[in-house]
């Protein structure tokens, strides 16, 4: 059997037994849902069902090594700034040794990060997946579509200014968020810009409300996802040039998951999140570029994020 366990913030640890069901729509469904990164498959968390096997071995992701990273980010970026893409984020993956188990590895981000989302999925077909997500994608009640745009990337424990870098990439997305909204609503309020921390990074954050009808809850979420902060602006042409450049399939990264229930719905973008293979732990990071960028920063931007699972699985990964 396939076996699921999450923890929103402010919740006890759920678990349960069953199987990921491939599916169409969401439309009428309730439960845990989860896509891959380009919403191309859609899965169905179905509790108590027996998983089929595998139709094939989980196969790693390939590894960039600093100096090839800063090769193809430099030819991304010449392309970004030729074709006059605002916004596009260029991900890569980083390999490591985990010596815990995955459930040792919830157990510890579960406890480290009570105001992110967190899972462990093992799936016959999906792999092993672990995750601990500070971004909402839609906190949907009670005719309310509540929302944020989260982007720019510092290191939490830095006295560095914020620059135009970071707050035009973080306001692309507040702008294509309200802009959507606009077809679905009469009524969107913009928040103010904040600054949060997530574990080792902190970030920009506007919390954004949607006054929307439940029928056209799952519209919405097609119309936003992959919002620029996952893919970039213009959306289409970023993730063409994504395509292009990234020699890894991202799989259930940057895709979304999360539960709905009878017109509600708790949905978050996978972000710091990896697979588990083996021994070896594949971490999936982006870096949003825009004509400001600099290849060197935008390295150290997905090392910083990728400590917000290391410094807690390697730290304990050897009090098992």
Same mark, same amino acid.
């Given at each position: 059997?396939?076996?699921?366990?999450?923890?929103?913030?402010?919740?006890?640890?759920?678990?349960?037994?069953?199987?990921?069901?491939?599916?169409?729509?969401?439309?009428?469904? *309730?439960?845990?849902?989860?896509?891959?990164?380009? $919403?191309?498959?859609?899965?169905?968390?179905?509790?108590?069902?027996?998983?089929?096997?595998?139709?094939?071995?989980?196969?790693?992701?390939? &590894?960039?090594?600093? $100096?090839?990273?800063?090769?193809?980010?430099?030819?991304?970026?010449?392309?970004?700034?030729?074709?006059? #893409?605002?916004?596009?984020?260029?991900?890569?993956?980083? +390999?490591?040794?985990?010596?815990?188990?995955?459930?040792?590895? %919830?157990?510890?981000?579960?406890?480290?990060?009570?105001?992110?989302?967190?899972?462990?999925?093992?799936?016959?077909?999906?792999?092993?997946?672990?995750?601990?997500?500070?971004?909402?994608?839609?906190?949907?009640?009670?005719?309310?579509?509540?929302?944020?745009?989260?982007?720019?990337?510092?290191?939490?424990?830095?006295?560095?200014?914020?620059?135009?870098? +970071? #707050?035009?990439?973080?306001?692309?997305?507040?702008?294509? #968020?309200?802009?959507?909204?606009?077809? %679905?609503?009469?009524?969107?309020?913009?928040?103010?810009?904040?600054?949060?921390?997530?574990?080792?990074?902190?970030?920009?954050?506007?919390? #954004?409300? &949607?006054?929307?009808?439940?029928?056209?809850?799952?519209?919405? &979420?097609?119309?936003?996802?992959?919002?620029?902060?996952?893919?970039?602006?213009?959306?289409?042409?970023?993730? *063409?040039?994504?395509?292009?450049? $990234?020699?890894?399939?991202?799989?259930?990264?940057?895709?979304?998951?999360?539960?709905? *229930?009878?017109?509600?719905?708790?949905?978050?973008?996978?972000?710091?999140?990896?697979?588990?293979?083996?021994?070896? %732990?594949?971490?999936?990071?982006?870096?949003?570029? *825009?004509?400001?960028?600099?290849?060197?920063? +935008?390295?150290?931007?997905?090392?910083?994020?990728?400590?917000?699972?290391?410094? &807690?699985?390697?730290?304990?990964?050897?009090?098992?």
């Amino acid at each position: 059997m396939d076996s699921l366990r999450y923890r929103f913030p402010g919740e006890e640890v759920a678990f349960f037994e069953g199987s990921f069901k491939e599916v169409q729509s969401f439309e009428g469904i *309730n439960g845990f849902v989860l896509t891959n990164h380009s $919403e191309s498959k859609k899965y169905h968390f179905q509790e108590g069902v027996l998983s089929k096997e595998s139709s094939g071995k989980t196969v790693a992701p390939p &590894i960039l090594s600093k $100096e090839d990273y800063l090769i193809k980010g430099a030819d991304f970026l010449e392309e970004l700034k030729s074709e006059g #893409i605002e916004k596009a984020v260029f991900s890569r993956v980083k +390999e490591v040794r985990i010596h815990c188990l995955p459930e040792k590895a %919830f157990e510890w981000l579960q406890k480290a990060y009570p105001s992110a989302f967190v899972y462990l999925i093992r799936s016959q077909e999906l792999g092993t997946w672990i995750g601990a997500s500070p971004e909402i994608l839609a906190d949907f009640r009670n005719g309310v579509f509540n929302t944020v745009a989260l982007a720019g990337t510092l290191p939490g424990n830095s006295t560095q200014k914020w620059s135009e870098k +970071e #707050i035009r990439e973080q306001q692309a997305v507040v702008d294509f #968020i309200q802009k959507t909204a606009h077809d %679905f609503s009469q009524e969107t309020l913009i928040g103010e810009r904040k600054e949060v921390h997530a574990g080792p990074v902190r970030h920009l954050k506007t919390e #954004i409300s &949607i006054v929307l009808d439940h029928n056209r809850f799952w519209e919405l &979420i097609s119309s936003i996802h992959p919002t620029p902060a996952v893919s970039g602006l213009p959306v289409d042409k970023a993730i *063409n040039l994504i395509h292009r450049h $990234e020699s890894h399939d991202r799989k259930l990264y940057s895709g979304y998951l999360g539960r709905v *229930n009878d017109g509600e719905a708790q949905l978050y973008v996978n972000l710091r999140c990896g697979e588990w293979i083996g021994e070896h %732990f594949y971490l999936y990071l982006g870096g949003g570029y *825009n004509d400001r960028s600099n290849v060197e920063n +935008e390295w150290e931007e997905t090392e910083n994020k990728s400590r917000t699972l290391l410094n &807690i699985l390697q730290k304990g990964s050897f009090d098992q």
